[in-house]
C-alpha cells in the first residue's frame, strides 16, 4: 500500500489491492476523494443507498460522508485525496458537495494511474491531480446509483425485490408478502427514492447484473440470472442504465493495469 497523505500536502494518494468479498468499514474523510477501481467491481454503500463502481466509472464523495466500500471481486483500487483548501483554489466552478458516478474517460485513468505511480515526483503528481479535477467536472454523470427507501414499509419491499433476481413476482405478490398495497408503493417509492418503483427494480436488476458480470459469468447467464427474456433486452436494459453494453463492460473489466513504476 502506498498512501502519501501523511505528508503535508494539499492532496494524499492510496494504492492498494483487496481480494473479492473484503470490505472498507463505514468512514468519513476530512478530505474529498475520488475512488477509483482500475480493476475489479467495487459496491459503495452510503446512508440513502448503493453506487456500484465497475472499472469504467469512477465515484467523486464529498468530504465528511460516511460510506463503506465493498469488493464485488478481485480489486485494485486507486483514491485520490484533496484538502479542503487544496479543492476550493484547484476545482472548476462546478459544485461538488454531492456524491456522483462518471465515465472514466481515457485522459482521466491515465491521469489517475500516473498519480498513483511510486516514487512519481512531486510536482508531476500535483499537475495530475489538478488535471483530474478539471476532467472529472467535464464528464456526465452516469446513474449507477441505487436509492434504499428511508420508511420501514418501503424497505420491506424493496428487500424482496432485490431478493427476487429473476422476477417472479410481480408488484401485487410482492405487496401481498410485504403486508402493503400496490398503490401505497407506487406512493412510497418516488417519495423516498426519487424513482418509481418499476424504474427502481430495473436499476436494481442492472446493478445486481454488475455483481454477476464481475465475477465472471457469461451475458446469456447473467440475462437468464436476472429475469431478461433475452440476451438482447438485457443488453439493451443495461446501456440504459450504464451507457455502455455488457461486452464493453467485460472488455473494460479485462484489461491489465500495468505495474507501478
Same mark, same amino acid.
Given at each position: 500500500?502506498?498512501?502519501?497523505?501523511?505528508?503535508? #500536502?494539499?492532496?494524499?494518494?492510496?494504492?492498494?489491492?483487496?481480494?473479492?468479498?473484503?470490505?472498507?468499514?463505514?468512514?468519513?474523510?476530512?478530505?474529498?476523494?475520488?475512488?477509483?477501481?482500475?480493476?475489479?467491481?467495487?459496491?459503495?454503500?452510503?446512508?440513502?443507498?448503493?453506487?456500484?463502481v465497475p472499472?469504467?466509472?469512477?465515484?467523486?464523495?464529498?468530504?465528511? /460522508?460516511?460510506?463503506?466500500?465493498?469488493?464485488?471481486? &478481485? #480489486?485494485?483500487?486507486?483514491?485520490?485525496?484533496?484538502?479542503?483548501?487544496?479543492?476550493?483554489?484547484?476545482?472548476?466552478?462546478?459544485?461538488? &458537495?454531492?456524491?456522483?458516478?462518471?465515465?472514466?474517460?481515457?485522459?482521466?485513468?491515465?491521469?489517475?494511474?500516473?498519480?498513483?505511480?511510486? &516514487? /512519481?515526483?512531486?510536482?508531476?503528481?500535483?499537475?495530475?491531480?489538478?488535471?483530474?479535477?478539471?476532467?472529472?467536472?467535464?464528464?456526465?454523470?452516469?446513474p449507477v446509483?441505487?436509492?434504499?427507501?428511508?420508511?420501514?414499509?418501503?424497505?420491506?419491499?424493496?428487500?424482496?425485490?432485490?431478493a427476487d433476481?429473476?422476477?417472479?413476482?410481480?408488484?401485487?405478490?410482492?405487496?401481498?408478502?410485504?403486508?402493503?398495497?400496490?398503490? #401505497? /408503493?407506487?406512493? /412510497?417509492?418516488?417519495?423516498?427514492?426519487?424513482?418509481?418503483?418499476?424504474?427502481?427494480?430495473?436499476?436494481?436488476?442492472?446493478?445486481?447484473?454488475? &455483481?454477476?458480470?464481475?465475477?465472471?459469468? #457469461?451475458?446469456?447467464?447473467?440475462?437468464?440470472?436476472?429475469?431478461?427474456?433475452?440476451?438482447?433486452?438485457?443488453?439493451?436494459?443495461?446501456?440504459?442504465?450504464?451507457?455502455?453494453?455488457?461486452?464493453?463492460?467485460?472488455?473494460?473489466?479485462?484489461?491489465?493495469?500495468?505495474?507501478?513504476?
Open positions: 500500500m502506498t498512501r502519501q497523505a501523511q505528508i503535508p #500536502t494539499p492532496f494524499g494518494i492510496l494504492r492498494r489491492t483487496f481480494p473479492r468479498g473484503e470490505a472498507v468499514a463505514w468512514h468519513a474523510h476530512a478530505e474529498s476523494q475520488v475512488i477509483f477501481a482500475a480493476s475489479g467491481t467495487v459496491q459503495v454503500y452510503t446512508e440513502s443507498g448503493r453506487w456500484f472499472p469504467q466509472l469512477a465515484l467523486w464523495m464529498p468530504a465528511r /460522508i460516511a460510506h463503506r466500500v465493498d469488493m464485488l471481486s &478481485d #480489486t485494485e483500487l486507486r483514491m485520490i485525496y484533496w484538502h479542503p483548501s487544496a479543492l476550493q483554489k484547484w476545482a472548476p466552478k462546478r459544485p461538488l &458537495d454531492y456524491i456522483f458516478a462518471l465515465a472514466v474517460t481515457p485522459l482521466l485513468r491515465e491521469l489517475i494511474l500516473c498519480a498513483c505511480k511510486d &516514487d /512519481i515526483p512531486f510536482e508531476k503528481a500535483e499537475l495530475a491531480v489538478r488535471l483530474i479535477l478539471h476532467e472529472l467536472t467535464e464528464t456526465p454523470d452516469i446509483f441505487l436509492p434504499m427507501p428511508m420508511g420501514t414499509i418501503g424497505r420491506r419491499v424493496a428487500d424482496l425485490a432485490l433476481s429473476r422476477m417472479h413476482l410481480g408488484v401485487s405478490d410482492l405487496a401481498i408478502r410485504a403486508a402493503t398495497s400496490i398503490r #401505497t /408503493i407506487s406512493r /412510497i417509492f418516488p417519495a423516498e427514492t426519487g424513482l418509481t418503483f418499476k424504474t427502481w427494480r430495473q436499476r436494481a436488476r442492472i446493478a445486481l447484473a454488475i &455483481d454477476q458480470l464481475s465475477a465472471g459469468r #457469461t451475458i446469456s447467464r447473467v440475462a437468464e440470472d436476472t429475469g431478461f427474456g433475452s440476451t438482447a433486452a438485457f443488453s439493451f436494459a443495461f446501456r440504459q442504465v450504464t451507457k455502455m453494453t455488457p461486452t464493453a463492460f467485460l472488455h473494460q473489466r479485462l484489461i491489465p493495469i500495468a505495474p507501478s513504476t
